[in-house]
């Protein structure tokens, strides 16, 4: 829950502070796909999982294999159409079980991005908005705020596909449509 920090005013002379009270335990973890396909609008679809503090959010603090498994399926349905999944190397995206899943289904085909290339993925370029945008200079009450703030901001991004777009174009990727045969 601490702020980023970005441009923000004050009197002269006099450096603005923010105070923030102590880290709380609980953990906001979030899951996102962006999606593209040639002459059609651009979609964000995401997934919060918010962690107790305690240990009772099914006894993990973060996406499992199955939660990932769960948003790609959702995403199919949304969709309606054969994915095309191109992600990093989460120690999560490389599971057996993930592994399985993938092979068992015939409209999903999956690419490994490099081991480490934040640069050619446009879910990174979501997180920098959200970061320098949505939770700028915000210092959160608690968890519940953040959670609100957050899916606010994707809220927001999510109806504005130039932005989605903007992501892709910043990786240097392109769609193109597909070609019959």
């Known amino acids: 829950m601490t702020p980023a ?22 953990r906001v973890s979030i899951a996102a796909l962006t999606c593209y396909k040639a002459g059609e609008r651009s979609r ?6 918010l ?8 006894g993990r603090k973060s996406f499992a294999w199955t939660d990932y498994r ?21 120690n999560t995206h490389l599971a057996a079980g993930m592994k399985e899943f993938i092979a068992a289904q015939d409209w999903l085909t ?3 991005l490099p081991p480490y ?14 970061r320098r945008g949505f939770l700028a200079n915000v210092a959160f009450a608690d968890p519940d705020h953040l959670v609100r703030t957050v899916r606010r901001g994707l809220r927001k991004i999510q109806y504005r596909s130039q932005l989605i777009d903007g992501c892709l174009a910043a990786t240097g990727l392109i769609v193109a449509p597909q070609l019959p045969g």
């Not at 948003?71 to 309606?80: R, W």
């Open 51 to 58: 962690d107790d503090g305690q240990g009772r959010s099914k």
């Open 110 to 112: 999956v690419y490994q």
């Open 117 to 130: 290339a934040p640069d050619l993925n446009p879910v990174e370029g979501i997180w920098s908005l959200l």
């Open 70 to 90: 769960d948003l790609i399926v959702a995403a199919h349905n949304q969709l309606g159409a054969p994915i095309v999944l191109i992600w990093d190397n989460l």
């Open 5 to 26: 920090r970005a441009r923000t005013w004050g009197r002269r002379g006099r450096t603005p502070v923010v105070r923030v009270r102590g880290r709380s335990r609980r």
């Open 44 to 49: 964000l679809i995401y997934r919060p999982r």
